[in-house]
């Protein structure tokens, strides 16, 4: 199965919307008091769409509920952990991300919770970049089953660089090569680290210079044994027990432009804190002490 880019007319308008913000751009994060995330997603919605993959593949089913499950990778070693914490405002770092929609709705009709579920078997592989407040990332999709030996060999299939070309067109297994190439460069080889899922409440505007994140529920996982042999997605519920929780919820705010000033107003109104906070850094820590 492969996920692409959405089609013609107002969905290509939105996958370039989306292409320009994975690229650099000005990201600052918050902590927002759980009591105050009502309040936040209503005035947000009075401004902003809320952003929806609208793609080919796409759940059209009405008001699903947002999750993602993100697998860290590192060393053995834990050379990428040691280099974020060493230095927050310039790293790279490698992670994945699997999407999938819940459903109440559909509790009534499903004979079994996975039906509730909508999901594409492509984990995005990510490596993104941090240069002081300036963030960006190249992004590749993988069939789940895939990854290890991507990661262990460098192999690129023919279906990965069919996944990879909507988004990068001819140049989708140079982009591959390129991500293999920064899995290889440690003397110990990348395997999955951490992982953390949580329910994302995602607004963005027409062009891509504005978007805005809010993860809700964000809880910290060690990686299953099982984790590249599944053929459903990676549910919080079959994760094992937490490691650990953030408190609160995380807002980002990503632009390419001035922050808006509705926006900024907005922040102090619900006394919004800004900081550092890495998913990456918390997972990790709680899962190895």
């Not at 994975?22 to 401004?47: C, G, I, N, Q, W």
């Not at 804190?273 to 918390?282: A, C, G, I, L, M």
């Amino acid at each position: 199965m492969t996920a692409q880019r959405p089609g013609g007319g107002a969905a290509q308008a939105a996958g370039d919307a989306d292409d320009r913000m994975t690229s650099e751009r000005d990201e600052a994060k918050y902590t927002v008091a759980s009591d105050k995330v009502p309040l936040f997603a209503a005035a947000m919605s009075e401004h902003l769409p809320h952003h929806r993959f609208t793609g080919d593949g796409a759940n059209k089913l009405p008001r699903p509920r947002h999750f993602v499950t993100t697998i860290y990778f590192d060393t053995a070693s834990r050379h990428q952990y040691q280099a974020s914490v060493s230095d927050a405002q310039h790293n790279l770092k490698m992670r994945a991300k699997e999407y999938y929609d819940l459903h109440p709705s559909l509790a009534e009709l499903a004979t079994n919770p996975m039906q509730m579920v909508r999901f594409q078997p492509v984990l995005w592989l990510e490596l993104k970049f941090r240069d002081g407040a300036k963030t960006g990332k190249r992004r590749i999709g993988i069939p789940k089953r895939d990854v290890p030996a991507f990661f262990a060999t460098g192999l690129v299939t023919p279906e990965m660089i069919d996944i990879q070309r909507p988004l990068y067109g001819l140049d989708g297994e140079a982009v591959l090569r390129e991500i293999a190439a920064y899995c290889g460069r440690y003397d110990e080889p990348l395997r999955a680290d951490c992982l953390v899922n949580y329910r994302r409440l995602p607004w963005q505007d027409q062009d891509g210079s504005l978007r805005v994140t809010l993860d809700v529920g964000i809880e910290f996982y060690a990686p299953p044994v099982d984790l590249w042999q599944r053929n459903h997605a990676l549910l919080r519920e079959t994760l094992g027990p937490p490691r650990g929780a953030a408190p609160g919820a995380i807002l980002e705010v990503k632009t390419r432009a001035a922050t808006p000033p509705w926006l900024a107003d907005l922040l102090l109104q619900i006394g919004a804190v800004r900081n550092t906070f890495s998913k990456f850094e918390q997972a990790s820590r709680a899962v190895h002490g």
